[in-house]
Structure formats: C-alpha cells, structure tokens
C-alpha cells in the first residue's frame, strides 16, 4: 500500500523519488549497453531538477519540443539541447535562436525546403550556429519527409546556412498494442535509407535519431546514433498496458479523494423517470476529486479507462470529467470509503506534468521537497 | 477571413473582445426572460475580467469548481460564490472555507451524510456561514444522490450545523448528439421531486440550481431557479458540433502556424518500406503548431475530430499530439502555405482556458491587451 503524504491535499501530482532514480538509471544503462546515445525528452516532465539527474547518469544532451522549453533548461545550465520540431521561424524566434545558440549547443528539426529556407534567411549570420536534423517519416505521417526526400531538404539548409548534422523521426505509431517491434523495424530502415542519401548527396551523418519510450529498447543501434525517449523516466498507464513497464515503474502518480460513493441500483433507479425507460441502470461506483484538468484527458482507443489505480488494478476509470473520475468498482471488492485518499495513474504523463505549476516529490510516504515545473506551459 | 495580431506568437489563445461580449450578454437576456438567476460558471474561462463582464451583466454570483478558484474571484471581488463541488472538508479545507466566507457568501455541494457530517464537525461553529446545497443526479451518474435521498442528506447537513439551501444537478449527459432537450426535461424533473423531498422534510428550498450550457436554455424555470452554464461565454468546437451555437459564437480560438505540409501519395509512399504492405497511403495534410497542450486532448465519439478551423470547416484534425495537430485537407481545396497562420476551435474550451498562463484580446485582429488567466491550475 503506497501512502500519501498527510500535508498533500488532492488532487496533487506525487513523484516517487526512488522509482524515478532507477527508471533514470535503468535506461541510462539500456541505452549505453546498445552503444547509442540517450538524448531523454524533457517534454515529458518539464523539470530542471528531473533533467539534471538524467544528465548525471549520463544523457548526451537533452531533447524539447519548443523554443521555450530550450530557454528554461539552458537557464538552467543545459549545454546541449535539440529542439526536435519543424521549427517556422520568423524574426522573433531568429533572435531567440541566436540568444540560445551563444548559451548551449542548439539543434533544430526542419523538414521542407521553404522552413529551411525561411530560418536560415531570418538568422543570417547565426546560421552557422545552429545544426538540423532533417525529419523522416517513418510511418507515423505527422511531420517529416519520405526518406528519399531528405537530400532535397539538407541540400536547402545548406544553401541556407545552415549546418546539417544528420536526421531524425519519431515512430509515433508505436504506441499501439503490438506496434513497437513493428514501427522499431520501420524506424530503422527510414534512418538508414534517408542517412544513404544524405551520404550519397555528400553530407556526413554523424547523427541518426530515433526512438520512443515503446521502441527505443527495441532500436539496435543499427541505423540510429542516438535515442530520445521521454515518458520512461515517469511512467503511464498507456506505457503500462502497452506493456512497455510494469507497476513498480511508475514513478509518478495523483494523490485524489473519494468525493463520492455509490453503491449503484438498477435501470429506473436514477432520477425518479421510472417511466420513461431510457435509464439502463446506475453504476457501483466512487468519484474521486481528479479530472482531467490535473490527469489530462489523453485516451487511446485502446486503453480500459482513462487512467488506472495504483492499488486497485482491477477498478476502470469509466469517465473523467474536469474535476471528477467516475470510477467503477469491482462487485466482489468493497467500496472504498469516502474521503479515502487514493492514487491515479494518469494515461499519458506528459499531459499532466503541463498541467501543474509543482509537484509533490515522495519517498516511502513522506514528502521530501517540491519541484517547480519550470518548462510548464511554454508551448512557443 | 479573421486576423491573426502580427505580434502574436503561435499557439496562442486569442478571444474575440466583441463576440465576447454578444454571448455575456445573450445569455444573459434569455435566462433573464426565463425568470432565472444566472450564476455563470467560472472553471470556463478562470479570468477575473470575464466573470466581472458577467456579474455587470447582472449574474447573480459566480459558479466555481474548486476551493482555489473561489479564493481566486474572491480576491478579485466576487461577492457571491457557489462551489458546485461535493467537497470532503478536513482541517485545511475548514480553514480556507472559514477565511473564504469572511470574505464572501459562500455555498458548497454536499451529496453524502458522511460528507455534510465532516464539514459541519470541521467547521465547528463557522458551519452556519455556509449554505449547502444538496447534489441530484438526474442522469448523468456522476456525483449527486438520487432525488428521494435529497432529504436524508439535507437532514445531515442539518444536524452537522450548516445552512441548507436546496439543490443542484449537473445533466452533464445533455453533452452529446440529441440529448440536450431530453438531458434538461430529467434535470427538471430531477430538481422538482428533490425539492419536494426537502420541503416535505421542512426545508425551504429558495434555489433549485440546474443547467449546462447544451441544457440551460431549455430550461423553462418550471423547477429551477437559477442555472450555470460555463462554456456558452466563449464557445467551442463541441457546442458547434451539438449546434447550441454558431460559428460566429465562437469567441476563443487558437493561433497556429502551418509548421509541416504534405501532398500525401498512394500506398507504399511512406517510409521506403514498400515490401511489406503494411501501409496504407499517406493522408494529404497539414501539420499545425498548436497540440493537446495547448488545445486539450477532449474528444467525444461523436466528434469529427480533435477541434475544427474557423476558416476551413471542412477540414478535420485527424490526429493531436502535444504539439502537433494533424490537419487532413480535402482534396479539391489547395493546401494551405508552410508558415501560413490559422485559428483552430478547441473542442472543449475549458481546457484550453486551464493550459495558458494568459490570453490575447482581440478585436478586428488588433491585440487589444492580454488577460491573466488567474485562476488556471488552481484544482484544489
């Protein structure tokens, strides 16, 4: 049984200090052992402190998806930082660029021609300062190009300026059931194939970036140079029924309350319209004082609920609201009690850490400190 | 075509000054003409300049969600708060009611006798400075007891030293195709038989609270007294798609760039992979800066997608990620310029509101000023 600090109140984000330290670690090794570099998204947990740990253990640098996210963890003495997005810069980011590029080592994702263009215009002389990945589609069709495509576009960043270091893609597509082996393969081969053009057109490709929490244990260092997972260094319920962790894993968790308790009835036992038939019963359930404004509403088509409990693995998250989860109860297992405090695994971690300004960090049930979620919101 | 402010970056949250102030003061009007007191809930937009266009409006009192919310507007001035919550009081949350009622009249929620007992023992003798009102479910099987337990839970409140002042329901069923007309004919008569528990039971009911912005105007103040429609104030993707509102309702939008952009192409045009069938084409599309960390992740079955375009209502955001949204276009429609500009309708705009730290005003594209948004983030 997991306990929660007594001066929480809830819904309050919980961050197990030991279980970080070995998912830190654990991966860390992983990672090292397949003689690829680990660049860990700081997307995920947005925290200065978190990233420090990952870099003690060894990270080559960090990984982000905006300008801003950049700006917090260099001011926080990050010395190499890739802004893994097809970045549109027009004079306001140019200037950012050129003030993060005299602070760390900055890469950018770019992925056509025009964007390519646009930046290296904008920087002018900066240009130079800055290094880009070229963004391969392997499969996911979000960004990115075909792989052999990805000559016309380091071409066009060279003519820009700019300094091409290699290309990169993420297996979005991974986080399916049965996916990460499949979408790892397909990863690889898109590394490798547009990396062959880049080489054939005359570039060095000194990197080639890759991987999801779900596939970068399943990358072989093959193709890629370097790995970018994010979620593993927190853990999710999505990683969890992806099978990608197991619950000793999950580091972070949502201290809530049951606010409401109800031991459900039959169809017409609702709201007194006994007659109007549309009523197919009320469920056994408690609702506990997290919603989506703390867990984030992120749910995969097949996830069982929208979240799950970390001491009650058998109870479905049937619906969340902005303030409530409606959580359905085993018929075997007693209801908790009201105002019982319980902990919520959310869906997908990366939402919530944007959704509070700090967190509560644990160890054994006692509260340590907390961490400001420095990078929270920076969206721009 | 609406403007985007040059000075804008992407995403951002943009809110239309004048379209603002048409739907404060329609809804207004028609609950006024229905004989009801509006008491607009503020968890929608969390900006003390909007609940206080609202109150000047003639709202009755706000509706808030959370202990820091109400802490929030009290600060800014609100005078009268309802926290529409069913909140398990200990001894912090005591101490804040106590402080929140010097400061403004205060009702909370209460839909268990556990749960008035433990206010009333927490709150000692400042439980008679706070009204309660009873929780009904009528349908939606959240929180809220059924309408003939109302009494025994009124009785509690009682005994527990706290004022009772009637009931509440959320028909938070009326969100979706066809429902809103059936949701608000349950939630009345949700309203009326609880009430006429209580007042069999010896309570005066003077407030019998009902109404979602899908339902409250078809609410016709046979059973209710007073509603608390949120969302109706600045519109969003899912009032649009349900038809509670129009397209120029909408008064929030989301500043995004076209950062990625991709003619799409038959089967075996992915990632070079064209041994393995696994592929089935790639979409004609569009990649927008502006993902579920800044619009939210809510998406209902019967949604077209993650959000529409206010420009291009016949595009459909396919796919959200934290910072990518996935826009497929149709075909007989040019696709939009890589760094082109366009404003994206969150689904659910709460959320929206509850991710940005401020937000631009705008009137006939100009950036009028920007706006705190004061009590983000405040979930408990």
Redesign the interface.
């Known amino acids: 049984m997991h306990r929660i600090p007594e001066e929480v109140?809830?819904?309050?984000v919980l961050i197990d200090r030991d279980v970080l330290q070995r998912n830190v670690e654990k991966m860390a090794a992983a990672v090292r052992e397949r003689g690829l570099r680990l660049r860990p998204h700081a997307?995920t947990h947005k925290v200065p402190e978190i990233a420090a740990l990952q870099l003690a253990a060894g990270a080559a640098g960090l990984t982000v998806?905006?300008l801003g996210e950049a700006e917090v963890f260099a001011a926080h003495g990050a010395e190499d930082l890739f802004v893994a997005?097809?970045?549109?810069v027009?004079p306001?980011?140019a200037e950012r660029l050129r003030r993060l590029s005299a602070a760390a080592r900055i890469s950018v994702g770019v992925?056509?021609a025009?964007?390519a263009a646009?930046m290296g215009g904008q920087l002018g002389d900066a240009a130079a300062g800055i290094a880009v990945l070229v963004?391969?589609?392997?499969?996911h069709?979000?960004?990115?190009?075909?792989?052999?495509a990805a000559a016309d576009v380091a071409r066009a960043a060279a003519r820009a300026g700019l300094r091409v270091e290699g290309v990169f893609t993420f297996p979005?597509h991974s986080y399916a059931p049965g996916m990460p082996v499949?979408a790892a393969a397909?990863e690889q081969?898109?590394l490798d194939?547009a990396a062959g053009q880049l080489e054939a057109a005359g570039f060095a490709v000194p990197r080639r970036s890759g991987g999801s929490t779900p596939s970068a244990l399943l990358t072989d260092g093959a193709a890629a140079t370097e790995v970018r997972p994010g979620v593993y260094v927190l853990g999710d319920a999505q990683q969890l029924e992806l099978g990608r962790c197991a619950l000793e894993d999950i580091a972070l968790t949502v201290a809530a309350?049951?606010?409401?308790?109800?031991e459900g009835g039959p169809a017409g036992?609702?709201?007194?319209?006994t007659d109007d038939g549309?009523?197919d019963g009320?469920?056994r359930?408690i609702?506990l004082?997290a919603g989506?404004?703390?867990l984030?509403?992120?749910r995969a088509a097949w996830a069982t609920g929208h979240g799950r409990l970390m001491d009650h693995p058998e109870a479905r998250i049937t619906?969340l609201?902005?303030?409530?989860a409606?959580v359905v109860w085993p018929e075997d297992a007693p209801l908790p009690?009201?105002?019982e405090r319980l902990r919520v695994i959310p869906n997908h971690v990366?939402?919530t850490m944007?959704?509070?300004?700090d967190v509560a960090v644990v160890r054994d049930g006692a509260l340590l400190e907390r961490w400001t979620v420095a990078a929270r919101?920076r969206?721009?």
């Open positions: 109140d809830t819904p309050d997307k998806a905006t997005y097809p970045l549109w027009g306001r980011q992925d056509s025009e964007a646009a963004e391969i589609d392997s499969g069709h979000r960004s990115g190009v075909h792989p052999d979005g499949e397909q081969r898109a194939r309350t049951v606010v409401s308790r109800h036992s609702t709201d007194g319209s549309a009523d009320v469920p359930r609702v004082d989506s404004k703390v984030g509403s992120d619906a609201s902005e303030h409530h409606t009690a009201l105002g990366c939402l944007n959704l509070v300004d919101g969206n721009s």
